[in-house]
Each structure stands twice: as structure tokens, then as C-alpha cells.
């Protein structure tokens, strides 16, 4: 485990940033793994703008994202797909058909994994994998307890985790109760990953992940065992102030 320490969110977005285009200059043909919530934007803002100035190209990037809410279609403000289209793919140049999301509204959920997996190992598997975590930490949507040999699957949502993903929808009752995620072992298959950790909020998880055991009632823990695990945080996950 390598470990980065920052001072602020924006030095940590710029350090993920520069990984990644730095990635993508090395290999036009890198695939990506992503995430959605708050953490990584800062990073996919800085993506965008040097996309902009210094034309960077996603021509041949492909992205696999890490989960999708059941029952959310692209159309959804509140659906990941419609996040990573907002927040990065409609300001890159990255072909549509290369930017995979799980289809949270396919009829057999237990075929779209199956398909979203193999989707993964025929893409020769993921060179960069771009974590965020829970206050759980959890990854993706693997939860404390996932058997950390466990692929794409479908999870009943915690009460916890749909409340604090509650600020994403006008309503806590909008919060989809299921969603579809990267497993702990599809993670694991990653070239190489990168969590970031941000502000106070995450203190205690950054704690766990340093000082605990591993253990699959900390999913994050299961990345310790990956050869090119690298954590980003910064001082207010650091010192929880
Ligand atoms: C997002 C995901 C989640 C988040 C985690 C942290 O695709 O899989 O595991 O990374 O919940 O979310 P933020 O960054 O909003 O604190």
C-alpha cells in the first residue's frame, strides 16, 4: 500500500488528475475504472479542463464504472450514468460506446452482471481503478460483510447508505433500495487502484484502513492485499478536523 499525503481536496483532485492523464498518455488505449459520488469530481473537473486546453484525448480510453442504482434509466438526475455523463463523458471526447455503465434497468439483473463481468476480463482488465469510500468503508457497493471473492452482483442497499446517498435525490424515498456493483474480487482484478480519501467525515475509515486487520467487515481492507494499491488522502481525513 502506497500512501499520498495532501493537504486540501484540491491538491488531492490535482494528484488524481495528473495519475490519471499521465495514464492516458503513456497507453491512448487505458481503461479506466470509475466512480461517482462527491470524492471524485474535483478530479473529473480538472479532466475536463485540461481535455480543453491541452486536448488530452479519450479517443481510444475505455471507462467501466463501479455501480448503478436498480431501476434508475440514463435519464434520471439521480441515476450514476446520468452523474458521469454530466460531471465527465459529454466534455471529453470519449466514444459513447466505450464509457460502460451496469444497465440498472435490464429485466434479468443476474444476466447484466454476468454480462458486465465478462465485459471486464474480455477488456483484458482495468489498468487504473478509481476508488471512493464509504464511512463503512465500503467500495463501490460492496458493503461491510461482501465476501471479498465476490463479482458483479446486485445488493440490497443499507438503511445507512441510502441515507447518506439520500443528498443525491429530492427525497430519501427515491433512494432506490438495490443496486448492481463491481464485486470485491472484480476490483481486485484491477492493474492498478486508487482510493482517494477527503475531508473529516472520512477520518475514522482512513483510520481503519491503516490500522485494522484485514477484514471482510471492512471491504476497503480487502486492497491491502493488491500489489499497486495506492491511497490518496488529505489533513482533514488525516486528523478529522
Ligand atoms: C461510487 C461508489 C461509492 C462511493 C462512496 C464514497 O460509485 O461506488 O462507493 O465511492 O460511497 O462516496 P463519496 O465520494 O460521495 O463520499
Known sequence: MKLIEVETYEQLS????????????????????????????????RLIADHTKNGTSYEHVITVNLDEYVGLAESHSSSYRYYMNEELFNHINIKRENAHVPDGTAEDLDEECKRYEALI??????????LGIGQNGHIGFNEPGTPFDSVTHVVELTENTRRVNGRFFKDIDEVPTRAITMGIASILKSKEIVLLISGKQKAEALHRLLHEEISEQFPASALKSHPNFTVIYDKAALEGV
Not at 476480463?121 to 487504473?128: A, E, R, S, W, Y
Request: net charge neutral.
Open 121 to 130: 476480463d474480455n477488456l483484458g482488465g482495468i489498468d487504473l481503478q478509481l
Open 14 to 45: 490535482e494528484k488524481t488528475s495528473e495519475l490519471i492523464i499521465n495514464k492516458i498518455k503513456n497507453d491512448p488505449h487505458t481503461k479506466l475504472g470509475l466512480a461517482t459520488g462527491s470524492t471524485p469530481l474535483g478530479a473529473y473537473k
